[in-house]
């Protein structure tokens, strides 16, 4: 009954997102107050039929109705109740009916935090968000329905793939959808622009608190599918330039740069057409990585010939929105205006550098991504494109952009003193350099281009918060407290977020430095690793709520002797798929982390192992963690939170033309 | 097994995490057995996803590891081995795909866009004193103008004496 309850809540909300897409649009368009206004109660009652429809989801699934075929096909009713909450969204419908409902909370949220945004705009732009979540409806509704009934009930469910059974993977695909789903407001926002040619500071206002939350919780959801490879696959690495990562990359990449264009055109009315081309691009690869991970196409060009239905469903909306709002921009970008004039050594120049680096970046993650599904579409020539590739192109475009940061913050508008920047910089620069060094005699050498990167790193971070310093050291010694917090938000979130990309880079760097050992071991050996000492004190099995294992522990002694931790890395293997998975063991100190995984066990008598002692490898994840909490303090900025209009905001008369 | 962001099920159905290289594997020379690893890294298992030799546990990757060591005992270079394996597997095998007809947009387009939008920045940036001439008075509407000259046309009260 809840169940059909809720596939006729995503009906009806298909329904709403009809009326959404048409009518608001329509009367935006024609002028129409009235009618543009309705795009708010859409809007929100649209978000409130799917809510109710993921509500009914989630309780199948939190009852074990087997009943249903995606909830046999995904849960078991042995799994631990997290695991039954996310399982929900841990396969293809569900996952999808997730997207519907995000998409549907960023209308709702301009529904209820931009009342005051001109009619014409809201109703232009959740008519177009409208739109968006029309087509995905369908495609839920007649390509991946999740509520199907199966006539003859099982008694048992299949099992969520045992690799999703993680906390991290609990929380990982919602943060990431919250990011990429996010930016289709901001497409909604520059389709609408775009419909109305209206493109200025006010717009740049308006999009900004949308493209900030969806960056947020993008750069939060990649950081956090990067720790969990990195404590759940094994073997300790944290980025792989795998497709379906590469998807979620290249709308970051585009979105952080939309994120800086839009500063510029916000000051200065400058880069209009490009900060609309950003909009439309990042959603496009928002849509482009959906159609890459759900139509099975990465799996084989073959496989999604065999299936193609739910591959040609999204494609189809993929040209369609790609090339519609293409099209539109086509049409209007020659009718915008250029702003304020600025020389290239400026804060505006250094915008523009940031922008050319993170969007070629994106293009080569895209051609490295896309190439070898096209030459095997087009030649059926099979070529592989991995890790090789991406560190060839996309990471050493990285450098000049991250060397660029600290020079970039010290540039005043319009025109700024290179000179001047690079002499109130010289002492990071030192520190960098000097940070390197030591980094060079502490590990007695080592990858040149590892040191570059500690010394990048330390720059880096210096560099972003020497603006803090300055404004603090301003007043002189006794006026600090007062300095600090006289600093506007928006410029501390400026620094944590830099300061946070120097020190992933640092972490990256410093994975340069990992000593790894592979040994097999019995029962009352010891492994020395980098001082430390681990030995093997037992083997046994151990039994969860849905997997049998094979647990070894470890006791870890510093240098001294003295026992620090038990380690107890484990295989397990889940009952309902058969398939195992391992857990590592682990000990921080520090920013540093002893990481332990353990094989098979050869012979009944050894355990294969491989041990890392990984220095600083924690900064990888902290960066971006500093990142997003840049992103939020400048979301809470005061002058900038969403609902303050900008005066220009207000709705103006066309010129008549 | 290498699938970080494992929303995708059917990627993931694959997945088993893995040791890769097994204790018994190594070659006892430690820079021999380095120059393997490096060379593991960027030969891809062929049916793994997206996996190379050196990270994967299936059979295939254990032989083409085995096959790898055997070589540089033997005395090959890194790039006989691999025409050795290209020979074998195709181009499909290398994670880093040689420059060729084939692949020359690959490695080419990245460095191009970058050229291109440099140019496209610079001409930004050379344009605007020709063209961005452009005063405030050009964003405002008809109405905000007239408005505008009102004011300045309005005698006395402080404005410019005329």
Same mark, same amino acid.
């Given at each position: 009954?809840?169940?059909?309850?809720?596939?006729f809540?995503l009906?009806?909300?298909?329904a709403?997102?009809l009326?959404?897409?048409t009518v608001p649009l329509?009367?935006?368009?024609r002028?129409?107050?009235?009618?543009?206004?309705?795009?708010?109660?859409?809007?929100?009652?649209h978000f409130a039929?799917?809510a109710?429809?993921?509500?009914?989801l989630?309780?199948?699934?939190?009852v074990s /109705?087997?009943?249903?075929?995606?909830?046999?096909?995904?849960?078991?009713s042995l799994?631990?109740?997290?695991?039954?909450w996310?399982?929900v969204?841990?396969?293809?419908?569900?996952?999808?009916? =997730?997207?519907?409902?995000?998409?549907?909370?960023f209308?709702?949220?301009?529904a209820?935090?931009?009342?005051?945004?001109?009619d014409?705009m809201?109703?232009?732009?959740?008519?177009?968000?409208?739109l968006i979540?029309?087509?995905?409806?369908?495609f839920?509704i007649f390509?991946?329905?999740p509520?199907?009934?199966?006539?003859n009930?099982?008694?048992?469910g299949?099992d969520?793939?045992p690799?999703?059974?993680?906390?991290?993977?609990?929380i990982?695909?919602?943060?990431?959808?919250?990011?990429?789903?996010?930016f289709?407001?901001?497409?909604?926002?520059?389709?609408?622009?775009l419909i109305l040619?209206?493109? /200025?500071?006010?717009f740049a206002r308006?999009?900004?608190?949308w493209?900030?939350?969806?960056?947020?919780?993008l750069?939060?959801?990649?950081?956090m599918g990067?720790?969990?490879a990195?404590?759940?696959l094994?073997?300790g690495g944290y980025?792989f330039w /795998?497709?379906v990562?590469n998807?979620?990359?290249?709308?970051?990449?585009?979105?952080?740069?939309?994120?800086?264009?839009?500063?510029?055109l916000e000051?200065r009315?400058?880069?209009?057409t490009?900060t609309i081309?950003?909009?439309?691009?990042?959603?496009?690869?928002?849509?482009l990585?959906?159609?890459l991970?759900?139509s099975?196409v990465?799996?084989?060009?073959?496989?999604?010939a065999?299936?193609?239905?739910r591959?040609l469903?999204?494609?189809?909306i993929?040209i369609a929105?790609?090339?519609?709002?293409?099209?539109?921009?086509?049409a209007?970008?020659s009718?915008?205006?250029g702003?304020?004039l600025?020389?290239?050594?400026?804060?505006e120049?250094?915008?523009?550098?940031?922008n050319?680096?993170?969007s070629v970046?994106?293009?080569?993650v895209?051609v490295g991504?896309l190439?070898?599904? =096209?030459?095997?579409?087009?030649?059926?020539?099979?070529?592989?494109v991995?890790?090789p590739f991406?560190?060839l192109?996309a990471v050493p475009?990285?450098?000049p952009?991250f060397l660029?940061?600290?020079?970039?913050q010290?540039l005043?508008w319009k025109?700024?003193?290179l000179?001047?920047?690079?002499?109130r910089?010289w002492?990071?620069?030192v520190?960098g350099?000097?940070g390197?060094a030591i980094?060079?005699?502490a590990?007695?050498?080592?990858?040149?281009?590892?040191l570059?990167?500690i010394?990048?790193?330390?720059f880096?971070?210096?560099?972003?918060?020497?603006?803090l310093l /300055?404004?603090a050291?301003?007043?002189?010694?006794?006026?600090?407290?007062?300095?600090?917090?006289?600093?506007?938000?928006?410029?501390?979130?400026?620094?944590?977020?830099?300061a946070?990309?120097g020190?992933m880079?640092?972490?990256?760097s410093?994975t340069a430095f990992?000593?790894?050992?592979?040994a097999a071991?019995k029962?009352?050996e010891?492994?020395a690793?980098?001082?430390?000492?681990l030995r093997?004190?037992?083997i046994g099995?151990?039994?969860?709520?849905?997997?049998n294992a094979?647990?070894?522990?470890?006791?870890l002694r510093?240098?001294?002797?003295?026992?620090?931790?038990?380690?107890?890395?484990a295989?397990?293997?889940y009952?309902?798929r058969?398939m195992?998975?391992?857990?590592?063991?682990?000990?921080?100190?520090g920013?540093?982390?002893?990481?332990v995984?353990?094989?098979?066990?050869?012979?009944?008598?050894?355990?294969?192992?491989?041990?890392?002692?990984k220095?600083y490898?924690?900064l990888i994840w902290?960066?971006?963690?500093?990142?997003?909490?840049?992103?939020?303090?400048?979301?809470?900025d005061?002058?900038?939170?969403i609902g303050?209009?900008?005066?220009?905001a207000?709705?103006?008369?066309e010129p008549a033309? | 097994?290498?699938?970080?962001?494992?929303?995708?099920l059917?990627l993931?159905l694959?997945?088993?995490?893995?040791?890769?290289?097994r204790?018994?594997?190594q070659?006892?020379?430690?820079a021999?057995?380095?120059?393997a690893r490096?060379?593991s890294?960027?030969l891809?298992c062929?049916?793994?996803q997206?996996q190379?030799?050196d990270?994967?546990d299936? &059979?295939l990757?254990v032989?083409?590891?085995r096959i790898?060591?055997?070589?540089?005992?033997?005395?090959?270079?890194?790039?006989a081995?691999?025409?050795?394996?290209v020979?074998?597997?195709g181009?499909?095998?290398?994670?880093k795909?040689?420059?060729?007809?084939?692949t020359?947009?690959?490695w080419?387009?990245?460095?191009?866009?970058l050229?291109?939008?440099?140019?496209?920045?610079?001409r930004l940036?050379?344009?605007?004193p020709?063209?961005?001439?452009a005063?405030?008075?050009?964003?405002?509407?008809p109405?905000?103008?007239?408005e505008?000259?009102?004011?300045?046309e309005r005698p006395?009260?402080?404005g &410019?004496?005329?």
């Amino acid at each position: 009954m809840i169940v059909e309850l809720g596939h006729f809540a995503l009906i009806l909300g298909f329904a709403v997102a009809l009326f959404q897409a048409t009518v608001p649009l329509w009367g935006a368009i024609r002028g129409d107050a009235v009618l543009a206004r309705l795009g708010s109660q859409a809007a929100l009652v649209h978000f409130a039929l799917v809510a109710l429809s993921f509500a009914a989801l989630t309780h199948a699934y939190l009852v074990s /109705d087997f009943s249903v075929l995606n909830v046999f096909q995904n849960s078991h009713s042995l799994k631990p109740l997290i695991y039954k909450w996310s399982g929900v969204w841990g396969n293809h419908e569900g996952s999808m009916l =997730l997207w519907v409902l995000i998409l549907a909370l960023f209308g709702a949220g301009v529904a209820v935090f931009s009342k005051r945004l001109p009619d014409d705009m809201l109703g232009a732009t959740l008519g177009v968000q409208g739109l968006i979540a029309s087509a995905f409806c369908a495609f839920l509704i007649f390509a991946s329905n999740p509520f199907l009934r199966m006539p003859n009930p099982p008694i048992e469910g299949r099992d969520l793939n045992p690799v999703l059974q993680d906390p991290g993977l609990a929380i990982h695909p919602p943060l990431l959808y919250l990011g990429y789903v996010g930016f289709s407001i901001v497409f909604s926002f520059a389709a609408a622009a775009l419909i109305l040619g209206r493109v /200025d500071a006010a717009f740049a206002r308006m999009i900004r608190p949308w493209t900030l939350a969806a960056w947020i919780t993008l750069t939060l959801g990649i950081a956090m599918g990067s720790y969990w490879a990195y404590y759940e696959l094994g073997w300790g690495g944290y980025w792989f330039w /795998d497709p379906v990562e590469n998807a979620s990359l290249m709308p970051w990449l585009t979105g952080t740069a939309l994120l800086h264009s839009a500063i510029v055109l916000e000051k200065r009315e400058a880069l209009k057409t490009w900060t609309i081309l950003l909009a439309v691009v990042t959603f496009s690869l928002s849509l482009l990585g959906t159609f890459l991970v759900r139509s099975g196409v990465l799996t084989s060009v073959h496989a999604f010939a065999v299936d193609p239905e739910r591959g040609l469903f999204i494609l189809l909306i993929l040209i369609a929105f790609i090339g519609g709002s293409f099209a539109l921009f086509a049409a209007r970008a020659s009718a915008l205006q250029g702003g304020g004039l600025f020389a290239p050594i400026s804060r505006e120049g250094a915008l523009v550098f940031n922008n050319l680096f993170l969007s070629v970046a994106s293009l080569a993650v895209f051609v490295g991504t896309l190439y070898p599904l =096209l030459l095997e579409a087009l030649t059926g020539a099979k070529i592989s494109v991995g890790p090789p590739f991406f560190n060839l192109t996309a990471v050493p475009l990285m450098v000049p952009l991250f060397l660029a940061i600290p020079f970039g913050q010290k540039l005043a508008w319009k025109r700024g003193d290179l000179l001047g920047a690079g002499q109130r910089l010289w002492i990071c620069m030192v520190l960098g350099v000097a940070g390197a060094a030591i980094s060079a005699y502490a590990t007695g050498g080592g990858p040149i281009l590892a040191l570059a990167g500690i010394g990048l790193g330390i720059f880096l971070v210096l560099g972003a918060l020497d603006d803090l310093l /300055d404004r603090a050291l301003r007043g002189g010694i006794g006026l600090i407290g007062a300095r600090l917090r006289a600093i506007p938000q928006s410029i501390t979130a400026m620094a944590l977020a830099h300061a946070g990309a120097g020190l992933m880079v640092i972490g990256i760097s410093a994975t340069a430095f990992e000593t790894e050992k592979i040994a097999a071991m019995k029962p009352g050996e010891t492994l020395a690793l980098d001082g430390y000492t681990l030995r093997l004190e037992g083997i046994g099995p151990v039994t969860g709520p849905n997997y049998n294992a094979i647990a070894a522990e470890f006791s870890l002694r510093d240098p001294a002797g003295a026992e620090l931790a038990r380690l107890r890395p484990a295989k397990r293997v889940y009952i309902g798929r058969q398939m195992p998975t391992s857990e590592v063991g682990r000990y921080r100190h520090g920013l540093s982390e002893i990481y332990v995984a353990i094989g098979e066990t050869s012979d009944g008598q050894h355990v294969d192992l491989r041990a890392y002692h990984k220095p600083y490898v924690l900064l990888i994840w902290l960066g971006p963690l500093l990142m997003s909490i840049g992103g939020i303090l400048s979301l809470l900025d005061r002058r900038l939170r969403i609902g303050v209009p900008a005066r220009r905001a207000r709705l103006r008369p066309e010129p008549a033309e | 097994m290498r699938r970080p962001l494992g929303l995708l099920l059917a990627l993931a159905l694959s997945a088993t995490p893995a040791l890769a290289v097994r204790p018994g594997e190594q070659l006892p020379d430690a820079a021999q057995e380095n120059r393997a690893r490096k060379l593991s890294a960027e030969l891809r298992c062929l049916v793994c996803q997206n996996q190379s030799i050196d990270d994967s546990d299936a &059979p295939l990757a254990v032989d083409l590891r085995r096959i790898v060591r055997e070589r540089i005992r033997a005395g090959d270079s890194d790039t006989a081995i691999r025409d050795f394996l290209v020979a074998r597997y195709g181009a499909f095998v290398l994670l880093k795909p040689p420059v060729s007809g084939q692949t020359i947009l690959l490695w080419s387009l990245p460095g191009l866009a970058l050229v291109v939008g440099g140019l496209a920045a610079w001409r930004l940036f050379r344009r605007r004193p020709e063209e961005g001439t452009a005063s405030p008075e050009d964003s405002l509407s008809p109405e905000e103008r007239a408005e505008l000259q009102a004011l300045l046309e309005r005698p006395g009260r402080g404005g &410019p004496a005329s």
